[in-house]
């Protein structure tokens, strides 16, 4: 595609994702689906464009003041990731030197709206809750996440996989913490890899990995994954019980659970069984009660510990947003604990870095009437019977604490109970 015309789609679609209507990455297939022209290199250009936009917005935003012509295309020239060479042929002499002199204007000297580009109540919460350490975490997730696999151990382990991507070509090692994790550079296409459509590995971030294992799941158990969605860390459980037990993937969106079935049909797992409920009191829910070994609760959140996936997210989410999680994720969590047997294990754990879907809403579940007939686990002793490497970085408290300054996953939080004998 001319220059010119790459810069008119990227525009385009920077205009569209900009409306906040939908979530970047399904505007962004969307747009793809339309655009069946654009080579893999050009999609690759437009999507890495777009979320460099969405991660600096209010930056670009005063830099573009200071330009002529749509502010989408200033944007997209503040933001391009692809070859300087080829964007500099689709622009006049006059756009070059403003150019120029807008990506040498000093970052340091700006105000800290411009320098963090958070949403000032998203900001606030985050500086007193993570002191000195905000910077370094700002940093963080203003960079693009790495590819992380999840190995399928119901059919090879970590070794085999590593060796058979490498000779493939691909660069890749083992993920710091979790034991079947492995990290790859770049984006090779894997939907290409036999090691792939073998069902031997799975995309999942390191973080996630280890939600699942803190989870526990074993051989002949009954397990519920209350909040599946498109079912990786079901796959993880479901791989753990060695494709034995009932692995039951509870969620109330239909088109989220159909996204798990091609990736079922690859991990050769037989033991899951999707299930689409109509809200955390569904009768078919009710009947598991008090008969679960394991219950997983991933709790709907604001998603702000995947900023460096969905950057979007800090400009789709409110304070309004946040306070009314709050109560859904109240309500799941006392539905899910229901279901324990005595000894069984509930795990509750949001990809959110802030206090209120975490702390507190663990906290008032062991400060309400379902909490007296729980005990709260270390999490510590779990990651450590999980084989999870450096455990001890990776709590604060009781709980499981991941940030992406620190671990280089996305942040996750979860905290973990056992259902006292009656």
């Known amino acids: 595609m001319p220059p010119h015309a790459l810069l008119e789609a990227a525009t385009d679609l920077v205009h569209r994702v900009l409306r906040f209507e939908h979530p970047a990455d399904r505007v962004v297939a969307d747009f793809f689906r339309e655009s069946r022209s654009l080579g893999s290199r050009e999609r690759h250009t437009l999507t890495d464009t777009v979320f460099a936009v969405l991660r600096e917005l209010p930056l670009l935003r005063h830099l573009a003041r200071a330009g002529s012509g749509e502010q989408e295309r200033r944007l997209v020239l503040l933001a391009w990731t692809g070859n300087a060479g080829f964007l500099r042929a689709a622009l006049s002499e006059s756009e070059v030197a403003w150019l120029e002199r807008s990506r040498a204007t000093p970052r340091e000297a700006l105000p800290e709206p411009l320098r963090h580009n958070l949403p000032e109540w998203f900001a606030e919460r985050m500086q007193a809750q993570l002191g000195e350490e905000f910077w370094p975490w700002v940093e963080a997730i203003g960079r693009p996440a790495p590819l992380d696999l999840r190995v399928n151990v119901a059919k090879a382990s970590r070794d085999e996989a590593l060796a058979r991507l490498r000779a493939g070509g691909i660069a890749a090692e083992a993920t710091p913490y979790s034991p079947v994790g492995i990290r790859v550079e770049g984006k090779p296409s894997l939907n290409k890899l036999e090691i792939y459509t073998e069902g031997w590995i799975e995309v999942q971030d390191e973080g996630s990995q280890l939600l699942a294992l803190l989870t526990g799941a074993k051989r002949g158990e009954m397990v519920v994954d209350f ?89 789709r989410q409110t304070p309004e947003a946040l306070a009314a999680l709050g109560e859904l994720q109240r309500k799941i969590l006392d539905a899910a604990a229901r279901l324990l047997k005595p000894g069984g294990r509930l795990v509750y754990a949001t990809c959110s870095p802030l206090r209120e879907e975490d702390e507190q809403v663990a906290d008032d579940f062991d400060a309400g009437t379902l909490g007296g007939s729980f005990t709260r686990l270390p999490a510590l002793e779990l990651l450590q019977r999980a084989q999870v490497s450096g455990s001890d970085r990776l709590v604060s408290g009781s709980d499981l604490r991941l940030w992406t300054h620190r671990h280089g996953s996305d942040g996750f939080y979860a905290a973990a109970w056992e259902r006292r004998a009656s």
Not at 227 to 254: E, H, I
Not at 285 to 309: E, Q, S, W, Y
């Open 227 to 315: 909040c599946a969605g498109a079912g990786g860390k079901t796959l993880a459980l479901g791989a753990q019980m060695r494709n034995t037990g009932r692995l039951y993937a509870f969620d109330v969106s239909g088109h989220r659970l159909a996204a798990l079935k091609p990736r079922l049909a690859r991990s050769s797992l037989s033991n899951v069984y999707p299930v689409q409920i109509a809200h955390e009191r569904d009768e078919r829910i009710k009947r598991l009660g008090g008969k679960v070994d394991r219950v997983l609760v991933d709790a709907p959140c604001t998603g702000l510990g995947t900023l460096r996936r969905h950057p979007d997210l800090k400009w």
